[in-house]
C-alpha cells in the first residue's frame, strides 16, 4: 500500500469514528429514553386502572347510584389507557382479563365474587405482569389462582 491509500484509509477511519459511532450511539441511548417512557407510561396507566378499580369495588358497596356510575366511568376510562399503553402482543389477554375482574357482584353473593377479593386478585397480577415476572397468557389463569388461594385468608 503507498501512502496515497494509506491517508485515504486514514481519513475513512477518522470520519467513521467521530460521525458513524456517535450516530450510531445516539440511536441507542434514544431507543432506551424510549422503551423508559414506554415502561413510565405503563406503570402508570395501571396505577391508574387499580385506583379506578378499587374506587368501582368500594362504590359497589354503597347504595348512591350517582358515585357507582362515576366509579364504572372512571374504570373503563382507566381501562382504556392501559390498554393503549400495554405492548400490542399482550393487549388481548389484558382485555380479557379486565373485563373478568370488574369488582361488581352482579347480583352474586358468592365469596369468589366479592369485589374486595377481586381488586386483591387484579392488583397482585397486574403488579407481577407489569414488572414482567408474569407472562399476559397467564393473566388470566393467575388471577383465578388468586381468587382460590386467598379465599380463606381474607374475610369480607
Given at each position: 500500500m503507498n501512502s496515497a491509500w494509506a491517508v485515504v484509509l486514514g481519513a475513512a477511519i477518522a470520519l467513521v469514528g467521530s460521525s458513524v459511532i456517535p450516530w450510531v450511539r445516539d440511536v441507542i441511548d434514544r431507543r432506551g429514553a424510549e422503551r423508559t417512557a414506554a415502561a413510565t407510561v405503563l406503570r402508570?396507566?395501571?396505577i391508574a386502572?387499580?385506583?379506578a378499580n378499587s374506587k368501582l369495588g368500594f362504590a359497589n358497596g354503597f347504595e348512591e347510584r350517582?358515585?357507582?356510575v362515576e366509579a364504572t366511568s372512571d374504570r373503563a376510562t382507566a381501562a382504556a389507557s392501559l390498554l393503549l399503553a400495554a405492548p400490542s402482543a399482550d393487549r388481548d389477554a389484558l382485555a380479557l382479563l379486565l373485563e373478568t375482574s370488574v369488582p361488581l357482584t352482579r347480583g352474586q353473593t358468592t365469596r369468589r365474587r366479592s369485589p374486595r377479593l377481586q381488586?386483591?386478585?387484579l392488583q397482585v397480577t397486574l403488579t407481577a405482569w407489569v414488572k414482567g415476572e408474569l407472562p399476559a397468557d397467564q393473566l388470566l389463569s393467575h388471577f383465578d389462582e388468586?381468587?382460590?388461594d386467598d379465599l380463606s385468608q381474607i374475610s369480607d
Open positions: 402508570d396507566a395501571t386502572l387499580l385506583a350517582t358515585a357507582l381488586m386483591y386478585a388468586r381468587l382460590n
